[in-house]
């Protein structure tokens, strides 16, 4: 049982490092660093409903609200009604959006780059596998609760 402890810890810590890290780039180049979340995934994914970007990041609704109404005054986002049913709101990237995600995605891949030199390629399978492990038995858990 000490193990599993020292195992969630090590994830825990290198999370709230890997955090600190983005956070501190985003810092540089003027973008808050809570938009990024959002901002990825609507390049992926333009036009999600408040509610589906909300459980992508796994996050309360009034949490995702709060933070779109800053994205939407600094210009990252729009929002507008569903086509089909007014009650959904669709959130879209605005240009200035898709730019600050080429920002994003830079400070990512120098992570990742950097992550490659020092994790071989065969170890970095067996971490995701490892990863997907631990997220798949805590989604069980929450859904348990």
């Not at 810092?27 to 979340?37: A, L, V």
């Not at 399978?125 to 609760?145: C, R, S, T, V």
Request: proline content about 3%; aromatic content about 6%; glycine content about 4%.
């Amino acid at each position: 049982m000490e193990n599993d402890r020292l195992v969630l810890k090590s994830i825990a810590r290198t999370g709230r490092i890997f955090h600190a890290y983005i956070r501190q780039e985003c810092d540089k180049i003027g973008i808050n660093c809570s938009f990024q979340g959002i901002i990825r995934i609507l390049s992926k994914e333009n036009g999600l409903s408040q509610l589906d970007l909300a459980k992508k990041l796994v996050l309360a609704p009034p949490t995702v609200s709060l933070t779109l109404q800053k994205m939407e005054y600094v210009g990252y986002i729009e929002r507008k009604p569903d086509a089909d049913d007014a009650r959904i709101t669709r959130v879209y990237l605005t240009e200035k959006g898709f730019s600050v995600d080429e920002q994003i995605i830079a400070i990512f891949k120098k992570v990742e780059k950097r992550m490659a030199n020092i994790i071989p390629v065969e170890q970095q399978e067996l971490l995701f596998a490892l990863l997907d492990n631990i997220d798949n038995e805590l989604l069980l858990m929450q859904q348990e609760d």
